[in-house]
């Protein structure tokens, strides 16, 4: 999905991207929370709204107990990002030649 923001008088803008992606991590088929915020609209909270939506769709639209996000150790900020929509850091991965956090979070699991 593409991020826009619209002031009153202007054309929308696209400010950013966040969607689900299946990848392959360490032989394993998973689905990443991907999301990319230009720097000037940083703060506003835009990218954790954005990715918990993402997170909340995969929980009850895939078929899948885990989502992931595939974050580079010196991006805080795409960290800080992944740490309020509840994921922590699973484990650490050489992915694409670089080393990379995988933070995960899994689906809750429904009580009787």
Known sequence: MELT???DSEVPKIIGDCG???QQV???RLYEIGYHLRRDFWGQG??????VACRDWAFTHLKTDRV???IR???LASRRVAERVGMTV???VNWRGLPHCVYSIEKAPVGP
């Open 46 to 51: 835009l990218a954790t709204e954005a990715a």
């Open 5 to 7: 923001k619209t002031p």
């Open 20 to 22: 689900i992606i299946l």
């Open 68 to 70: 992931i996000s595939l």
């Open 73 to 75: 150790p010196e991006n």
């Open 90 to 92: 699973w484990k650490e």
């Open 26 to 28: 360490e032989g394993e």
